[in-house]
Nanobody, 123 residues
């Protein structure tokens, strides 16, 4: 059974950086996509970024483009989200997720999910 274990997150001041990691146990991914979503209070779950496990192709939400970087390791078992120049509006619980097939912005299409990591940006 696939499990996604997240680490990282925490409290940071505006303009600071944080790094989230997502380690998959139970299998490696030769195809499909890994994505990061976030869920802020009072808002719907929002797509943040995605990367193809095999292709390495990336895609970002406009709100994080140029500030966040998604990557995955060559073993295709761990993904990361490097977050720089953080803003208070980035405050949310961040989730990693994986799916087979093509990349999607719809969280309902992702089969496996991490447990969530709180990211708080505040002075």
């Amino acid at each position: 059974q696939v499990q996604l274990i997240e680490s990282g997150g925490g409290l940071v001041q505006p303009g600071g950086s944080l790094r989230l990691s997502c380690a998959a146990s139970g299998r490696t991914f030769s195809r499909g996509y890994m994505a990061w979503f976030r869920h802020a209070p009072g808002k719907e779950r929002e797509f943040v970024a995605a990367i193809g496990w095999s292709s390495g192709t990336t895609n970002y939400a406009d709100s994080v483009k140029g500030r966040f970087t998604i990557s995955r390791d060559n073993a295709k078992t761990t993904g990361t989200l490097q977050m720089n120049s953080l803003k208070p509006e980035d405050t949310a619980v961040y989730y990693c997720a994986t799916k087979s097939g093509v990349q999607s912005y719809d969280p309902a299409e992702y089969q496996y999910w991490g447990q969530g990591s709180q990211v708080t940006v505040s002075s």
